[in-house]
């Protein structure tokens, strides 16, 4: 029996599948079986890794005749031979030792599951990437490398977002009869699993260490898709269904389940609202809508009120869509309209010989980074910047990493961004000290735009 079953869902990913597969194959744990279940791709992927497979005897192919996500991984939990099984995404890759570390704790634990956090990738060019350590679990009750039971630490429950980041044993799986939701397409039929998971587990561990590399916002990716707030909002609205029946004994824990619906409910409308428009009667917004509304209602009105404020904590105007919708549909079309006007900006300044610096080397300097790239092109980025000294001498994918008394030095007349959540304000005073003009990046989502500058 093999120590870990790979289970790699596939369609049309022939860019990617063969870099995908083979960092699976190269694990320094070879004790797995890979089962590569291709749900009828048109593209080559079939092909490239049936390729793989004839040198490869770990490596099984699986044709399947269903177009979905939840399908492909549930036929593979149940061809699986090894103790554990994982599912990597065949647009995605693992660390080398991912499966060595996960295996070793997971057997030294007896855990129904652990988890590692991973790399965000951001492809900028055909050939650069640029990769940035996301952590998944934050909060500070829940400490990396220790046996904990999940459902104790139910914050750490609306951050647990992966399926594959992690191995699972399998016959906690099958003895609670977890699986995915085997709707047609690939997009969040995995929210049943990973909530299942974490609530029903006796016991099991998180790993800080980035193990997985997951590629961020892939053209084409069922995260990208229109359908994303509707599959989202359906696949809460099951699960809190399957709660209140098969799974009766987490009754109690559908409020948490709710909340996180809300959070998936606001990441996924910034999207859809663009692309319908901003018309909160388009079938791509209202039916979700209304599913998240429902089962609003559902709460007692102390439930509703902790709701509200729980959400205005982690980001003032996420509760507005269950306070003041026509409010949070004007918002973000403004930060849209200001992402055009910010564009314009950027194109202008860069026709007219200006270069780009990054002021921050952290998530939204890699955001920042990553929407230029794809919009002008890589060549406009002179370099990356920072206050915080660990990240000096040492490169951003292509880009390298200065001092900013050097930066503002070498590059004193490129137009700086500053993208830090946090330092922004101080940022732009220690700029203005060195003559130097600092342009402030807002992020929301996926939506990217200057923020209007202040009197210092």
């Keep these: 029996m093999p120590q870990i079953t790979v289970i790699m869902p596939s369609l049309n990913v022939a860019k990617y599948v063969e870099r995908s597969v083979k960092s699976v194959a190269?694990?320094?744990?070879?004790?797995?079986?890979?089962?590569?279940?291709?749900?009828?791709?048109?593209?080559?992927?079939?092909?490239?890794?049936?390729?793989?497979?004839?040198?490869?005897?770990?490596?099984?192919?699986?044709?399947?005749?269903?177009?979905?996500?939840?399908?492909?991984?549930?036929?593979?939990?149940?061809?699986a031979r090894g103790k554990y099984i994982s599912i990597v995404e065949t647009d995605d890759e693992i660390m080398p030792e991912m499966y060595e570390k996960l295996y070793s704790v997971s057997e030294k634990y007896n855990l129904d599951y652990c988890k590692g956090n991973a790399l965000h990738v951001y492809k900028i060019s055909e050939n650069d990437e640029l990769a940035m350590p996301a952590s998944y679990i934050r909060d500070a009750d829940l400490k990396y490398g220790i046996a904990v039971k999940p459902e104790e630490y139910l914050h750490a429950y609306l951050q647990d977002w992966s399926i594959w980041s992690g191995i699972y044993n399998r016959g906690f799986l099958i003895s609670n009869d977890i699986f995915c939701n085997e709707s047609l397409g690939a997009a969040y039929q995995d929210i049943g699993f990973i909530t299942l998971t974490y609530l029903l587990a006796s016991k099991?561990?998180?790993?800080?260490?980035?193990?997985?590399?997951?590629?961020?916002?892939?053209?084409?990716?069922?995260?990208?898709?229109?359908?994303?707030?509707t599959n989202a909002m359906l696949e809460f609205d099951r699960l809190l269904n399957g709660i209140n029946g098969r799974h009766i004994e987490l009754r109690h824990y559908a409020?948490?389940?709710?909340?996180?619906?809300?959070?998936?409910?606001?990441?996924?409308?910034?999207?859809?609202?663009?692309?319908?428009?901003?018309?909160?009667?388009?079938?791509?917004?209202?039916?979700?809508y209304r599913l998240l509304c429902q089962r609003f209602s559902e709460l007692s009105e102390e439930e509703r009120k902790t709701c509200i404020e729980y959400l205005h904590s982690t980001r003032p105007g996420m509760e507005e869509p269950l306070t003041d919708l026509s409010g949070y549909i004007a918002s973000i079309r403004y930060k849209y309209l200001e992402q055009d006007r910010f564009h314009r900006f950027l194109e202008t300044s860069l026709r007219e010989g200006r270069r780009i610096v990054i002021f921050g080397c952290g998530n939204w300097g890699m955001k920042t980074a990553a929407w230029i790239a794809n919009n002008f092109g890589i060549t406009g980025i002179d370099a990356f910047t920072d206050n915080d000294s660990a990240k000096w001498d040492r490169s951003m994918g292509p880009y390298s990493v200065l001092p900013p008394s050097e930066a503002v030095t070498k590059y004193s007349s490129d137009l700086f961004l500053i993208s830090n959540k946090n330092a922004a304000d101080d940022i732009r005073r220690q700029l203005i000290t060195d003559h130097i003009s600092g342009v402030e990046v807002q992020i929301d989502g996926d939506i990217l735009f200057q923020k209007k500058p202040q009197s210092v």
């Excluded at 190269?26 to 004839?54: F, M, P, R, V």
């Excluded at 980035?210 to 707030?229: D, E, Q």
């Excluded at 990441?267 to 209202?286: A, G, R, Y």
Aim: hydrophobic content about 35%.
């Design 26 to 79: 190269g694990q320094t744990l070879t004790d797995i079986e890979i089962l590569c279940i291709d749900a009828g791709s048109t593209d080559g992927t079939l092909e490239n890794i049936q390729k793989l497979a004839e040198s490869d005897p770990r490596i099984r192919v699986i044709q399947c005749h269903v177009k979905s996500y939840g399908y492909q991984v549930n036929l593979g939990i149940r061809e």
């Design 204 to 229: 099991a561990v998180y790993l800080a260490e980035p193990l997985y590399l997951y590629t961020y916002a892939r053209p084409g990716s069922s995260s990208c898709n229109v359908n994303c707030l």
């Design 255 to 288: 409020f948490d389940i709710f909340i996180k619906m809300c959070l998936s409910f606001y990441t996924e409308s910034i999207k859809v609202l663009k692309e319908v428009e901003f018309n909160p009667e388009s079938e791509k917004f209202d039916v979700p």
